[in-house]
């Protein structure tokens, strides 16, 4: 049974970090490319960042690039998301997902940046 189950999110005020993670289970951790999406209230899912099976590549949306990043442990079964200078329109409920589309998302973890 595939899980993922994030973690870290929390209340921040503008220029705060965050790091997220989320732990996975059910399915070959290491051989698979991860990927961060998240939805903000009232809109759609939005692609936030992948990594690849190794950790070398990555890649981010226009939105989050120089902010966030992306890492992963494969020994701990661990996808990461540090999160630095958040801004307000950050807010969103993340998941971590085996597909960019969110397919298979786990429940997710609040982030909330206020002003």
């Known amino acids: 049974q595939v899980q993922l189950q994030e973690s870290g999110g929390g209340a921040v005020p503008a220029g705060g970090s965050l790091t997220l993670s989320c732990v996975a289970s059910?399915?070959?951790?290491?051989?698979?490319?991860m990927f961060w999406v998240r939805q903000a209230p009232g809109k759609g899912l939005e692609y936030v960042s992948h990594?690849?099976?190794?950790?070398?590549?990555?890649g981010y949306s226009d939105s989050v690039k120089g902010r966030f990043t992306i890492s992963r442990d494969n020994a701990k079964n661990t996808l990461y998301l540090q999160m630095n200078d958040l801004k307000p329109e950050d807010t969103a409920l993340y998941y971590c997902?085996?597909?960019?589309?969110?397919?298979?998302r786990g429940r997710g973890t609040q982030v909330t940046v206020s002003s």
């Open positions: 997902a085996r597909q960019r589309t969110g397919e298979g």
């Open positions: 059910g399915f070959p951790f290491r051989t698979t490319w």
């Open positions: 990594i690849d099976t190794g950790g070398r590549r990555t």
